[in-house]
């Protein structure tokens, strides 16, 4: 799919709730994505990590290249990696149809976001904890998609950290509205409706959703809770 296709049916399908498949059962990966594609989900969100910028490992473009041919479901890695222009050929190659970097992970912001674009794959920044806002306040024209982290990234489980309210708020402010509001870390039942009135219209859930017998009932519950009535 297009950039512009992406953005356009991220934007109609708001609230999006993107499962992490960090927390998901690396056994059977194919039959996982079945199930989530059974629960309605629109995206699929990978969480690569090098042990480096993160305190740990996951998975990289090759097992995201392989999972490409049993999905059109919408492809959203989250690269948590030192220096990602060294690798970013790679997820362009392996069919991500959204690549977000890290702004702490040692990047040219206009320099990435604007390669990604001339991919034509949706082009994010995302920002830990300690990050303030007005350090990417000046990047804004070049991003599709901002990620608000709400977790310091590594792990999936983690408790939601309050921080990230005031900088949904924020960005909701300085962008456009087709400008996706990502968050990340700790979503679920008890957390997400308050992101989504600060101003995030994609979530993130690992364990929310992971964890439950049912993805259809646990995506259901969440779109409902970030649904603003
Ligand atoms: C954390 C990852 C998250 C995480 C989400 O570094 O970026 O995507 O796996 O998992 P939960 O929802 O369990 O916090
Ligand atoms: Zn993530």
Not at 34 to 42: D, H, K, S, V
Not at 79 to 84: A, E, K
Not at 101 to 105: G, M
Not at 191 to 203: E, V
């Given at each position: 799919?297009?950039?512009l296709?992406?953005?356009?049916k991220?934007?109609?399908s708001?609230?999006?709730i993107?499962?992490?498949?960090?927390?998901?059962?690396?056994?059977?990966?194919?039959?996982?994505?079945?199930?989530?594609?059974?629960?309605?989900?629109?995206v699929?969100?990978?969480?690569?990590?090098d042990?480096?910028?993160v305190?740990?490992l996951?998975?990289?473009?090759?097992?995201?290249?392989?999972?490409r041919?049993?999905t059109?479901?919408?492809?959203?890695?989250h690269?948590?990696?030192?220096?990602?222009d060294?690798y970013?050929?790679e997820?362009?190659?392996?069919g991500?149809?959204?690549?977000t970097?890290?702004?702490?992970?040692n990047?040219?912001?206009?320099?990435?976001?604007?390669?990604?674009?001339?991919?034509?794959?949706?082009?994010?920044?995302?920002?830990?904890?300690?990050t303030?806002?007005?350090?990417i306040?000046?990047?804004?024209?070049?991003?599709?998609?901002?990620?608000?982290?709400?977790?310091?990234?590594?792990?999936?489980?983690?408790?939601?950290?309050?921080?990230?309210?005031n900088k949904l708020?924020e960005?909701n402010?300085?962008?456009d509205?087709?400008?996706?509001?990502?968050?990340?870390g700790?979503?679920?039942?008890?957390?997400?409706?308050?992101?989504?009135?600060?101003?995030?219209?994609?979530?993130?859930a690992?364990?929310?959703i992971?964890?439950?017998?049912c993805?259809?009932d646990?995506?259901?519950?969440?779109?409902?809770?970030?649904?603003?009535?």
């Open positions: 799919m297009s950039r296709a992406t953005i356009s991220l934007n109609s708001s609230p999006i993107a499962p992490s498949m960090l927390k998901c059962d690396f056994s059977n990966l194919s039959r996982e994505i079945e199930l989530l594609e059974a629960a309605n989900a629109q699929l969100h990978f969480d690569v990590m042990g480096h910028f305190p740990n996951s998975y990289g473009p090759m097992v995201i290249e392989k999972l041919s049993c059109d479901l919408i492809f959203d890695a690269l948590m990696i030192s220096d990602p060294q970013l050929d997820y362009l190659k392996a991500c149809d959204c690549i970097v890290h702004y702490e992970a990047v040219e912001p206009e320099k990435i976001l604007t390669k990604i674009r001339e991919a034509d794959v949706v082009a994010g920044l995302a920002i830990n904890p300690d303030p806002v007005n350090q306040e000046k990047f804004m024209s070049f991003c599709d998609l901002v990620l608000v982290m709400s977790v310091n990234p590594g792990f999936g489980g983690q408790k939601f950290m309050p921080v990230a309210l708020k960005l402010k300085l962008t509205d087709n400008v996706i509001l990502s968050v990340d700790g979503i679920g039942t008890e957390t997400i409706a308050q992101t989504s009135k600060a101003g995030a219209d994609f979530f993130v690992g364990s929310s992971f964890d439950t017998d993805y259809t646990a995506i259901k519950n969440l779109e409902a809770l970030a649904t603003i009535s």
